[in-house]
C-alpha cells in the first residue's frame, strides 16, 4: 500500500484527524501540511518524495518509530513516525516518503 501513496493521496487529507496506534492507545492526530520536496531529489525514484506533517497535543511525545496509523476512509497502514519538535499547535511529527 505504501508504494501508491502520494502527494496527491495526502494533499486532499490536510486538516483531517488520524490516529497513531501506540500500544493499547489510539492518538488523535491532525495532518496539518503535505511538503513536496524537490524536483532533483527525486533522481530517477519512481514517485516524487514528499512528506506529512501530523500535530498531536503538546504533551503527547512518542519516540521516533513505525507506527500504525488509521484513518476513517484510507484504513490503516505502517509509517515511520519522526518527532521534530513543539510549535504553538502541538507537538509534530513527520513521515518521509521517498
Avoid at 46 to 61: G, K, N
Avoid at 76 to 89: S, T, W
Amino acid at each position: 500500500m505504501l508504494e501508491t501513496f502520494s502527494i496527491d493521496t495526502f494533499q486532499p487529507r490536510v486538516g483531517e484527524i488520524f490516529h497513531f496506534v501506540v500500544g493499547d492507545a489510539r492518538l488523535p492526530t491532525k495532518l496539518t501540511e503535505v511538503h513536496r520536496w524537490s524536483d532533483a531529489s527525486a533522481n530517477g525514484r519512481p514517485r516524487q518524495p514528499f512528506s506529512l506533517i501530523f500535530h498531536t497535543v503538546p504533551d503527547a511525545l512518542v519516540p521516533q518509530a513505525m507506527y500504525r496509523v488509521e484513518h476513517e476512509e484510507m484504513g490503516g497502514f505502517e509509517l515511520f513516525l519522526a518527532p521534530i519538535g513543539p510549535d504553538e499547535r502541538g507537538m509534530r511529527y513527520e513521515a518521509v516518503f521517498t
